[in-house]
């Protein structure tokens, strides 16, 4: 059997404003991240304590945090394909399923999102 690893961050409420609202638009009060990360088996099996074994995924949630806040985005999409752009670099990742949704969508309720799933060849050819 091959071992396979992940990362997994849930439900992160992003400050970010993303969209135009008319005057009887439900606006969003968050937009929430899911993101999971497939990784080298390696960085999670370790032999030994010690942050220079992982993959250390600190800076990565501060660029996430520094892209959601970069301005204002039209689109959810735009926002998610520039973090699939920011995981690319990193060899370590060898594929990416990133969800955001807003909530609510219509009279305080529902949610609403897009999810993105990029495999190894789909993230080699972003680097």
């Known amino acids: 059997m091959v071992a396979t690893a992940t990362i997994e ?3 992160l409420v992003l400050q970010t404003v993303i ?5 009887n638009d439900t606006v969003p009060e968050a937009h929430v991240l899911d993101m999971t990360l497939s990784i080298a088996s390696e960085k999670v099996f370790v032999s030994e304590d010690g942050m220079s074994q992982v993959f250390d995924y600190d800076p990565l949630i501060a660029e996430i945090d520094h892209l ?3 301005g204002h985005y039209e689109t959810q999409e735009w926002l ?3 973090i699939a ?3 690319a670099p990193h060899p370590e990742i060898t594929g990416l399923d990133i969800g955001l949704h807003k909530r609510p969508v219509k009279d ?5 999102g ?4 990029l495999d190894a060849q789909d993230l080699e050819s972003l680097r």
Request: hydrophobic share 25%; charged share 35%; proline share 0%.
């Open 9 to 11: 961050l849930k439900d």
């Open 19 to 23: 969209g135009t609202y008319g005057e």
């Open 68 to 70: 959601a806040r970069d």
């Open 80 to 82: 998610v394909s520039r």
């Open 85 to 87: 752009k920011a995981c």
């Open 108 to 112: 305080g309720s529902g949610t609403l």
């Open 114 to 117: 897009i999810r993105l799933r």
